[in-house]
């Protein structure tokens, strides 16, 4: 069975210092997908990136980026100068595939991040 | 990406009562899927729901707990059964676009509270 594990729990920063939120994983799929979703106070779930397990390239988008390991089967998320408004509990998920399209999401347990001013 | 609504946004609900769950998006999708995330807890997946066949629950959700429907490709609906207040949760409900792509959205999600 699939298995996503967010090792830290909270992460406080002071604003404008980088972070990187950890995440490792366990599927024995060979095709899967990989996500972040960031969940700010407010409680919506808001999707960031989606990775499948062929594309190891990495990606940035803005402040964000985010660097995939198969060999360590992790997929760690950085966020470069942070800010205030990045204070969030960050959710890293895994999705097998079936063959018949994406499975549901297996979500680790989150990692609460605090931007302070 | 898709746009969800679910209806109610929040309630609060006697035990041993029911509630269903109304999740509506704006573009047919093949795969639904409805989610509880407990007071201060990640996601957990109750089961996917497919148009034109049963819902398919995850280890330790059962039907008669949390009957699904699925009657057309754009909307479904969860009931939570004969509630306790460990049924107090946040239910969400989300869709995998398609063409390929599979990212899950998901809908702002129903804020229930189990008295």
């Known amino acids: 069975a699939q298995k996503v594990t967010q090792a830290q729990t909270e992460i406080s920063v002071v604003e404008k210092e980088d972070v990187t939120l950890d995440c490792v994983y366990e599927t024995r799929d060979t095709t899967y997908y990989l996500f972040w979703y960031k969940q700010p106070p407010s409680g919506e779930l808001v999707f960031l990136i989606r990775?499948?397990?062929?594309?190891?390239q990495n990606e940035i988008s803005g402040r964000y980026s985010w660097n995939f390991q198969k060999s360590t089967s992790s997929f760690n998320f950085t966020i470069t100068a942070s800010q205030v408004v990045d204070s969030a509990v960050y959710f890293c998920a895994l999705s097998e595939y079936s063959g018949g399209g994406a499975d549901g999401l297996t979500f680790g347990k989150g990692t609460h991040l605090i931007i302070q001013p | 990406s898709a746009v969800i609504s679910q209806k109610p946004s929040r309630d609060i609900c006697q035990r041993g009562t029911s509630l269903t769950i109304q999740c509506q998006v704006d573009?047919?999708?093949?795969?639904m899927f409805w989610y509880r995330q407990q007071p201060g807890q990640s996601l957990t997946l109750i089961a996917t729901a497919n148009q034109g066949s049963e819902a398919t629950y995850e280890s330790g959700f059962v039907i008669d707990k949390f009957p699904i429907s699925r009657p057309n490709l754009t909307f479904s609906t969860l009931t939570v059964s004969n509630m306790s207040p460990e049924d107090s949760s946040i239910y969400l409900c989300?869709?995998?676009?398609?063409?390929?792509?599979?990212?899950?959205?998901f809908g702002p999600g129903t804020r229930l509270t189990v008295l």
């Open positions: 990775r499948n397990s062929f594309d190891e």
């Open positions: 989300s869709v995998a676009t398609s063409g390929g792509t599979d990212t899950q959205y």
């Open positions: 573009s047919q999708v093949t795969m």
